[in-house]
């Protein structure tokens, strides 16, 4: 009985301190790795942009939305010099948990982007079946291994269209 006293008390702990370490980072400067952080409280605010060509080669990059102020790092591809967000897995149960900002950005699609400390405001627009879907789509199963690079125009288009991937363009703020 001590023993699943003890075990019991253990996780506890652990619960408690991983949902510390959770509220905390909504109050700092940005993400860490996978965990989500707060708004940006450093950088250069800049002009935003329109050609993102010199992120070709980076693995992710910082982004945060506005409503609300929350950051994160994401995936990132750049075909014909434009920047393009994908969240997978938003009809499962753990997207649907996990996945919150593909949901704000429908409401406010306001964006800050951070890269070297320089914050660059954008939006984001959803994609649904513009004709650059498909490659944009085969880029980043490529650069990040997804397995799909051989998937037909339409079986990605039904993918992206049924909701199971939303893509994402950066596009000017307004």
Known sequence: MKVLRWLAITV?????????VLVAMRFS???????????FSSGEPQRGLSDWSFLEGRDVIEFQTLAP????TIWLVVVD???????GYMNTA?????????????ENN????????????????????EP???????KFSKKYGLGSEDASDDAILTMVGEGDVW????????
Do not use: C, N
Request: aromatic share 10%; charged share 20%; proline share 5%.
């Open 12 to 20: 506890l702990a652990l619960i408690v301190m991983i949902a510390s």
């Open 29 to 39: 400067d940005g993400p860490y790795s996978m965990l989500s952080g707060g708004a």
């Open 69 to 72: 102020e929350t950051s994160r």
């Open 81 to 87: 010099q434009k920047l393009y967000f994908v969240s």
């Open 94 to 106: 753990v997207g649907k948990i996990w996945k919150q900002w593909p949901s704000h950005v429908t």
């Open 110 to 129: 306001a964006i800050l982007i951070r890269v070297d400390g320089a914050i660059y405001p954008q939006r984001l627009k959803r994609l649904w079946d």
């Open 132 to 138: 650059m879907v498909p490659a944009v789509m085969r």
């Open 167 to 174: 893509l994402f363009e950066v596009v000017a703020a307004e």
